[in-house]
Every structure is written in structure tokens, then in C-alpha cells.
């Protein structure tokens, strides 16, 4: 082939071909792992990396209760379970929290009519009627293809599907899955396990260390004199 003018064409140099080529290969590598990433988005790597929505609605990051250990509980508002648990529940939270620990509330309707209400009738009624003073979220699902993806992170940990309303689970303070609790298990139980771990915690805090020093078997401070 000639170019105008008569003149014959030029063919492109090996270093220009070479560089096309890594060029496009470049671009090729790219565009993959940015179809990659979106249809195989990253997972969060632990429950405090979630975010959810609070009673109102309102996007909430769970980041904000990390180095915390939580006792997260599907509850129900109309369970035979109700009563028992909610004052259970509020009277951990006041012993042990919210310094190292919170009771976290996600209602869910999925076990027939336990729990009809709004999210934010929810809320009121606990507050209202037993007198709770730990975070509710948005009523949620946890079982089947539309369970939360924070909740399902908890079910999935321990290889358990909760068969019903306030199962229990404790979270510590890195967002991992130490423990469960069915509905019928004791609450002094869960009071044991909590307590050791706030208690754990409590041990590498510098504010607590001089009130805790036995019970942790940590030497006292030497006072310069």
C-alpha cells in the first residue's frame, strides 16, 4: 500500500509495536479487575466493618462501637420470651456498659406475629414499657436470600440459624464471633461470658489499671519519689 502522494508508508517501529501492546494489555488487566470488584465486591472482614440503619432509618457504621465487645440479639416485641429477656438485657447493659460493652437490638418479624410494628414503634415500646436504654436498629430479616448482610456475618460465623427470637451473640472487641446463646439458654450464662470479657478488657485499660491491679495480677506503678 502507498500513501498519498506516492510515497511508500512507513511501518511502525518495534518499540512503538511493543508499547501498543503493553498499553493495551494494561488497559485489558484493568478493565477486569474493575468488573471484578463490582460483581465481586469485597466483603467486610468483621461485624464492626458493616453498616446498617437505625430505628429512624438513618445509615449507622458499626464502626463507632469497635473495641467494644457487643451482645447482639434479634428481638421481639410479642414473644413469650419478651419480658424476661428485655430486663435481662437492659440490666447487662447498665452493669457492664456502654464503656466496654452494649447490648445492640435489630428487631426481626420473621417468626409469625412476634413482631408486626414499625421500627420506630418498636423501639418506643422496649423504651417505654421495660425501660431499655441500648441502640435499636431497623427491623430486619435474618434468615433466607434477604437476611441482613450484618446479621447473616454473625449467623454465618457460627454455621447457626437462629430458630428463633433472642439469640444471642457476643462480639468482641474486634468485630469476630466468640460465643452464641439459643433462647432458653440461662441468661446467667451469657452474664458469665460477658463479664469475663469486659473484664479482659478492662485489664489493658491505663484508666482502670490502678483499680483493677489484683483482680488483673498486674504489678502497681512505681511513684517516683
Known sequence: MEALGGYPAKSSSPKARTLRVVVSMTVGVGCLLLLQTQLNPR????????AVRDAK?????LEKYRGKASLVVNVASR?????ANYVSLQELHRQLGPSHFNVLAFPCGQFGDTETGTSRDIEAFARSTYGVTFPF????KIMGSEADP?????????QKTPKWNFWKFLVNPEGRVVRFWRTDEPVDSVRQEVTALTVAMSCHSNACRENITQQCQLPAP???R
Do not use: C, H, M, N
Not at 436498629?137 to 430486619?140: A, E, H, N, P, T
Open 43 to 50: 466483603k467486610p472482614a468483621d461485624f464492626y466493618a458493616f
Open 57 to 61: 432509618g438513618r445509615p449507622v457504621s
Open 79 to 83: 414473644s413469650e420470651q419478651t419480658e
Open 137 to 140: 436498629f431497623s427491623r430486619i
Open 150 to 158: 450484618a446479621f447473616k456475618f454473625l449467623t454465618d460465623s457460627v
Open 222 to 224: 512505681k511513684v517516683r
